[in-house]
């Protein structure tokens, strides 16, 4: 199932199958490690949704712990070759990642991480979205490029 985020004038399409991809990962067992990827998309023109339509998943040159999780530069070939394939709509939109907690809330690395990541990556989308999950809900925070605020605007329960 999608999921639609609304965050002020921003509208957020998650789809089903990068959803899918991120629950995969889920840290659900003490002896699995963070994982995490890129968050690749389009704007749809004239309306400003953005639609989340692809993501990686972890990849051998990642640095994965319990409790700590590095995205390789390996990603952007993805990113790359979906930028070309689809005549240059998707795009980077942002980052997500797996929490061995609960509901998870983002580190005082993530946000540093998250800011530099809105203060220097190259997209033609006004905001970066972040994905947090947890074992049992998943978050969702928004950030502006250019700036230093990262708001949440919501959080789904998934457990049973």
């Not at 800011?115 to 969702?140: M, P, Q, W, Y």
Request: aromatic share 8%; glycine share 6%; proline share 3%.
């Amino acid at each position: 199932m999608d999921i639609t985020l609304q965050a002020s004038k921003e509208i957020i399409k998650i789809e089903s199958n990068v959803l899918s991809c991120i629950y995969s990962n889920i840290q659900n067992q003490k002896n699995k490690p963070e994982s995490g990827g890129m968050l690749i998309g389009s704007i749809i023109k004239n309306t400003g949704a953005i639609i989340i339509e692809d993501c990686t998943s972890p990849i051998d040159s990642d640095r994965r712990d319990r409790f700590f999780y590095f995205r390789s530069i390996n990603h952007n070939k993805t990113l790359h070759g979906l930028w070309r394939k689809s005549g240059k709509t998707k795009m980077y939109l942002g980052e997500w990642h797996t929490h061995p907690t609960a509901h998870p809330t983002p580190s005082y690395q993530d946000i540093n991480n998250w800011k530099a990541l809105l203060n220097n990556c190259k997209t033609d989308s006004r905001i970066l979205v972040f994905i947090i999950l947890g074992t049992e809900s998943i978050g969702f925070w928004i950030g502006h490029i250019n700036a230093n605020e990262i708001i949440k605007i919501g959080e789904v329960n998934h457990a049973k």
